[in-house]
């Protein structure tokens, strides 16, 4: 604590993200990222961009990417918004939306970045609870609210809504807005982007850190109605005029372009899925069905931290969570099979 | 307006960037960018990057970049906080630092996104103004005061203020933060960076984006003690985890290491500054003396939004605000040799 930082500054609880481990070696299967390299599109857009455009700023409103994802998912320019990352996507979407006088409504499992948010910018929350099956039940969601948020698949269960529960709890829920995010959605789950154009209050939010393979360039968007997408520019343009860089910008277009090596990997990942999922089961695991890029699991013979450390010691680094209901599960990314094979021979060694 | 909008988004009042031309064949002498391209190690190290890498989240701390920095500058690491570009630097500082209970104070000229984020976060402001010569008066901060800040050199004036002046201020002002804006400081002012171990109050900004010709990958940095920095990292960390993405820090650690290019091309731009003051003065301007790559003039003769028009007519972009006490005046960013006498002839021509 300092005397310096405000009162704000003082209450925080930062997000704390999986950990980027710089030692080499370690199979990574800890914070959801794609096995497989960005697009060959990408790499070249990347080498071939004229440096010498760095000297100048971007535009600041995205336009090439905004129009680039109209046409991908159908909509209009005015319907998108872009960010760094879709955690500024959230951040700011939560000051354009959520900060309202009723509390906002969000899983007690969920993005553990939610609460943040609302401690950042004092929005009160309540978590209605999964239920035993670790799945939403929107009934719950059917009270007086200043917005509702979670991530569909949900995260960390992995867990997916289908679009016709969607839209009922949209039919009912009128008078705030909704955020579908939708950070796994490409893994199994059927986007909300189809209801984007009968719900003025539904944000679907997506990222190209996932599903394309651009973690390390930052690239989130948001779809809804021109309005809420007006309200996002507003607080944008009074936070940070240009938060996404040339090469962000160039390299997600790219992406977005190159639809075979696209459903390419995202069957390679799916197809992955199915196979830990049988293999872990195989060892007693009892795992939740998944529509994300990774499963979550708990074993009724063994810790899960204690598993956690176990794997790690094997340079298997998985996701442990201490918080309530689910310190007894792990999330694990899906890599590539290969990777899927490692981590199930070192569960074997430990098992022994 | 929309419903669903919050009372803050309601409220908001964005900051208007310079205008980023989509156009061909304009002089952009608009938004203070270098007119050379970046270092050729900046080129070589985008080009060279494995972009395989690009599907794995960045390190959220972007430790190299603070650590390339900390040896640039002789602080330790720890004193250094890194950003999306000094605009996202500065918000986080002012949720760190300056939302308290009594107002903030800037010049009333001064970088017109400070009041846009007193307003996002609520926060009081008094603008003690410039004397008519447009100098940084900081007699009328020696007040009680939730803390102070000030690009150096000013914008758009382009005055700066020695080390020794603000070396009193902060001997008068230890209870709240200074924060000074050095967007400007390499074009011919002295860093405040020096009395960073002397006074825990005070924070340094600076950017890739001017001398370092790096406007279009968005990095910015500040420097501090090692509590403000700390104060940053926790707002930083309930906002976006990962604001820096991998290029963009590869490319500003290559533009550190290439100090002989930087000199030339800061050079060039102070010698284009001088003739293009010069050059001003024969047509009749009044050109304020510029630590900037800038320079900020008026015309007893001529009206500045007329001559801003007619300059935008022949394809030369300058800048104008409208605000009172300077609307009859341009900010006219240095370009190179050519683009400055592209400049004069147009005006010779406007004042035919």
Partial sequence: MSKFWSELAKDLVPYVPGEQPKLQGLIKLNTNENPYPPAPAVMAAI???????????????????????????????NQVFVGNGSDEVLALAFMAFFKQTKPILFPDISYSF?????????????QPALNDA??????????????????????????VIGLEQLRKLL???????????????????????????????????????????????????????????????????SFNSYPLDMLAVTAAVAALQDKTYFEQSRQKIIASRDWLDTAMRQLGFEVLPSAANF???????????????ELRDRKLLVRYFSSARINQHLRISVGTRQECE???????DIFV
């Avoid at 499963?295 to 450390?309: C, I, T, W």
């Fill in 47 to 77: 080498t071939g961009f004229d440096k010498e455009l760095l000297r100048i700023y971007p535009d600041p409103n995205s336009d090439v990417l905004k129009q680039a994802l109209a046409d991908y998912y159908g909509v209009a320019k």
């Fill in 342 to 348: 490692a981590l199930i021979t070192a569960l074997k």
């Fill in 114 to 126: 939610y609460p943040v948010y609302c401690k950042l910018f004092d929005i009160e929350y309540q």
């Fill in 171 to 237: 039919q009912q829920n009128t008078e705030s807005v909704l955020i579908v995010d939708e950070a796994y959605i490409d893994f199994g789950g059927e986007t909300a982007i189809a209801l984007v154009d009968q719900f003025p209050n539904l944000l679907v939010v997506q990222t190209f850190s996932k599903s394309r393979s651009l973690a390390g360039l930052r690239v989130g968007f948001a779809i809804g109605s021109p309005e809420l997408i007006e309200g996002l520019e507003r607080v944008k343009n």
């Fill in 295 to 309: 499963v979550f699991v708990s074993h009724p013979q063994h810790d899960a931290s204690l598993l956690f450390a």
């Fill in 134 to 159: 670790f799945e939403i039940v929107l009934d719950d969601y059917d009270q007086d609210n200043g917005g509702i948020i979670f991530p569909n698949p949900n995260a960390p269960t992995g867990r």
